[in-house]
């Protein structure tokens, strides 16, 4: 049971926080909305809530992009190099990236904990903001574990005991294309 918890949290859990903070995001946007230009009155909060969640979304996103292997990269030289090369290539950016991750980790929980030390809360919700800081560290930390699970699955791959294939994001959107149209193809046909 608990690999099963496991296993789900390592698959779901950047998508259900993504999904949780942008339909949070979107609910508070769309109440100020309504009570701004409907009952001609606003809240103090939602505004407030909506950048945190957004603050929050864009940490928790970039360990969702190195797990989906998504990030912005210069893909020309990948061209240079081989299968293998390009995965040495990958893991050097890998490694580089965990260093920083790793950095960003450190010093992020010192801010965090200082400003927790404060006792500063946000205007309107009263939220202390150290846990606003914490987005930082929560999401680069994350971002360091997908970061070590592909360092490994590029290693398996360079020993020859796992496949894996690093593409260009012209390869990846090409097949993403394919796959539509092949899908768009079946539907026509069972229709």
């Not at 609910?27 to 505004?47: K, N």
């Not at 909506?50 to 797990?67: D, E, H, M, T």
Request: aromatic residues 10%; hydrophobic residues 45%.
């Amino acid at each position: 049971m608990p690999l099963k918890i496991l296993k789900w949290l390592d698959e779901y859990v950047e998508e259900v926080i993504l999904v949780v903070l942008s339909m949070t995001t979107v609910v508070a946007i769309a109440t100020q909305v309504f009570m701004r230009f409907v009952l001609g009155s606003s809240l103090a909060w939602s505004e407030e809530l909506a950048r945190y969640c957004f603050i929050w979304l864009v940490y928790i996103g970039i360990s969702y992009g190195v797990k989906k292997q998504r990030h912005i990269k210069v893909d020309v030289t990948l061209l240079l190099f081989k299968n293998k090369g390009k995965i040495v290539l990958q893991m050097i950016s890998n490694i580089l990236f965990l260093l920083f991750a790793l950095v960003i980790v450190y010093y992020g929980n010192d801010v965090a904990q200082r400003i927790l030390g404060f006792g500063q809360t946000s205007p309107a919700l009263k939220i202390p903001m150290g846990y606003i800081y914490f987005a930082t560290v929560v999401g680069m930390s994350l971002t360091s574990i997908r970061l070590i699970q592909q360092l490994i699955k590029q290693y398996k791959a360079l020993v020859g005991k796992e496949s894996f294939e690093v593409k260009t994001e012209q390869q990846k959107i090409l097949e993403e294309i394919e796959k539509e149209q092949s899908g768009s193809d079946d539907t026509k046909e069972s229709r």
